[in-house]
Structure formats: C-alpha cells, structure tokens
C-alpha cells in the first residue's frame, strides 16, 4: 500500500521519494516492532505508522538506509524546502483520511467499481442495522432485537 501510494500520490509531486525509500522505512517499521504486531486486522495502523516515519523524514531530511544506517536516503534526495512542505502536507492530510486514503489509489478504485456487490451488501445492511436501533425506542423491541442479532451474525459469517 505504501508503495502504492508513493507511486500514484506522492511521485507526481517528486520523484525523490521512491519505492527504495519506501521499502527501507517498510523494514525500519518490521524491524523496530514484533512480528506478533502485524496481522491483517493491522494493516491501516502500519500504513499510517509508515506515512507518519516518511513525514517525520521528511521534514526532518533524514531517513537512515536500513543497510547502512550511517547513510541518509533523504539527504541524497535533495528536497528543496517547498517540495518538503507540499509532502508533508499531503503526508498529513492522506493521515486524517484514514482508511478513506485507499481512494486516492487507482487500482483500489477499479476494484470497487467492478465489484461493488460487497460493498453494497455492506452499506444496505448498516442502514437497516441503524433503522432498527433508532426504531428500538417503540414498544417493539423483542423482534427488532432478534432481527440485529440476525443482521450482526450474517455479516460476521460473510465476512469469514
């Protein structure tokens, strides 16, 4: 994902920042922090962790070689002090959208769009999740409450 965003957000802005920077901050992340961190459940939280270590470089111009910790990848560079401020700047606005970043990746996209099933079998069954616990305020709680618990435990089974 980081090497997905580098590519289409952050290479038309400079082409300083390349997959190679990308790949040394991913091993600083996996080398810095334990295995029994990183599941898929985690994956937005290392994500921001890794925009969060490329900002920090960034603005900082220093990123050590994850082979050579005496070497600057970010030094090497040359980031002149407004290429700096427009990454950083998207840097943090790519932090705040969260998990909605994956919007600005093409691929990521496509997918959605040639396959929006899931995602529309997930939005129909929220709203009805959340028209049954606004309804719940009626004297009808018993079958609405069942009919949660049956929306909850189909999603939790598609979802497996």
């Given at each position: 994902?980081?090497?997905?965003?580098g590519?289409?957000?952050?290479?038309?802005?400079s082409?300083?920042?390349?997959?190679?920077?990308?790949?040394?901050?991913?091993?600083?992340?996996?080398?810095?922090?334990?295995?029994?961190?990183?599941?898929?459940?985690?994956?937005?939280?290392?994500?921001?962790?890794?925009?969060?270590?490329?900002?920090?470089?960034?603005?900082?111009?220093?990123?050590?070689?994850?082979?050579?910790?005496?070497?600057?990848?970010?030094?090497?560079?040359?980031?002149?002090?407004?290429?700096?401020?427009?990454?950083?700047?998207?840097?943090?606005?790519?932090?705040?959208?969260?998990?909605?970043?994956?919007?600005?990746?093409?691929?990521?996209?496509?997918?959605?769009?040639?396959?929006?099933?899931?995602?529309?079998?997930?939005?129909?069954?929220?709203?009805?999740?959340?028209?049954?616990?606004?309804?719940?305020?009626?004297?009808?709680?018993?079958?609405?409450?069942?009919?949660?618990?049956?929306?909850?435990?189909?999603?939790?089974v598609?979802?497996?």
């Amino acid at each position: 994902m980081l090497k997905m965003i580098g590519k289409e957000v952050l290479k038309p802005q400079s082409k300083e920042i390349t997959s190679y920077v990308l790949k040394n901050i991913v091993l600083w992340l996996a080398d810095n922090n334990p295995r029994t961190l990183f599941h898929s459940g985690s994956l937005f939280h290392w994500l921001r962790k890794g925009l969060d270590m490329l900002r920090t470089a960034i603005s900082l111009n220093q990123i050590p070689y994850y082979m050579i910790p005496e070497r600057n990848l970010i030094a090497e560079r040359r980031l002149d002090v407004e290429q700096q401020r427009v990454l950083v700047s998207i840097l943090t606005d790519m932090m705040q959208e969260g998990p909605m970043v994956l919007r600005r990746l093409s691929k990521i996209r496509t997918a959605i769009i040639c396959h929006p099933e899931p995602l529309l079998w997930y939005r129909k069954r929220r709203n009805e999740l959340e028209v049954l616990l606004l309804d719940q305020k009626d004297n009808i709680l018993q079958p609405l409450n069942n009919r949660v618990i049956e929306i909850l435990v189909e999603i939790i089974v598609r979802m497996f």
